[in-house]
T-cell receptor
Framework: AQTVTQSQPEMSVQEAETVTLSCTYD???????LFWYKQPPSRQMILVIR??????QNATENRFSVNFQKAAKSFSLKISDSQLGDAAMYFC??????????FGKGTRLHILP | GAVVSQHPSWVICKSGTSVKIECRSL??????MFWYRQFPKQSLMLMAT?????????EQGVEKDKFLINHASLTLSTLTVTSAHPEDSSFYIC?????????????FGDGTRLSIL
């Protein structure tokens, strides 16, 4: 069974600085998707970025980028120029071939003004 | 595009009553929808996969008779919590995949906060 591990329950970063959230996963599949979702206090799940496993190039969305290391089964999220609106719970997620999404336990990100 | 609407957003009811939560895809058809449960300060746990026109597939440990899922059309799935008790209080979120290919992303509803007194 696939698992997703986020080892950092909470993190803090100064506004305008860069922060990296860690995520590792375990799977025997060769083709899958990885995601980072943001959940603000409103509880809405917002897709931040996604990565297809067969693509070697790391995904980038404006200030958000990932470091995808397939062999190491690592998928970290880097947030550049952190903003107050980035404060939220961040979930790393894995989607398998049967379309199920497995979420990590989340990392709560605090932005310090 | 690709909006998923959940209703109600918050419901409070007495123990023993049944509660129905609706999940609608507003601008796309979804043959498959998913129901998740999230306890306070915890992650989302998949409860079941809802398939249009067929029975839902439940994850291990989820009571089928407790959580009734009906996917009546390509735009609507409902989750009914039967004879709800305080331990059923949680945040329930649905998602729907647009398109038929599994490469298509899942879109999440805004969730329903269920409080059982």
């Amino acid at each position: 069974a696939q698992t997703v591990t986020q080892s950092q329950p909470e993190m803090s970063v100064q506004e305008a600085e860069t922060v990296t959230l860690s995520c590792t996963y375990d799977t025997s599949e060769s083709d899958y998707y990885l995601f980072w979702y943001k959940q603000p206090p409103s509880r809405q799940m917002i897709l931040v970025i996604r990565q297809e496993a067969y693509k070697q190039q790391n995904a980038t969305e404006n200030r958000f980028s990932v470091n995808f290391q397939k062999a190491a089964k690592s998928f970290s999220l880097k947030i550049s120029d952190s903003q107050l609106g980035d404060a939220a719970m961040y979930f790393c997620a894995y989607r398998s071939g049967d379309d199920k999404i497995i979420f990590g336990k989340g990392t709560r990100l605090h932005i310090l003004p | 595009g690709a909006v998923v609407s959940q209703h109600p957003s918050w419901v409070i009811c007495k123990s023993g009553t049944s509660v129905k939560i609706e999940c609608r895809s507003l601008d796309f058809q979804a043959t498959t929808m998913f129901w998740y449960r999230q306890f306070p300060k915890q992650s989302l746990m998949l409860m079941a996969t809802s398939n249009e026109g067929s029975k839902a597939t439940y994850e291990q440990g989820v009571e089928k008779d407790k959580f009734l899922i009906n996917h009546a059309s390509l735009t609507l799935s409902t989750l009914t919590v039967t004879s709800a008790h305080p331990e059923d209080s949680s945040f329930y979120i649905c998602s729907a995949r647009s398109g038929t290919g599994w490469s298509q992303p899942q879109h999440f509803g805004d969730g329903t906060r269920l409080s059982i007194l």
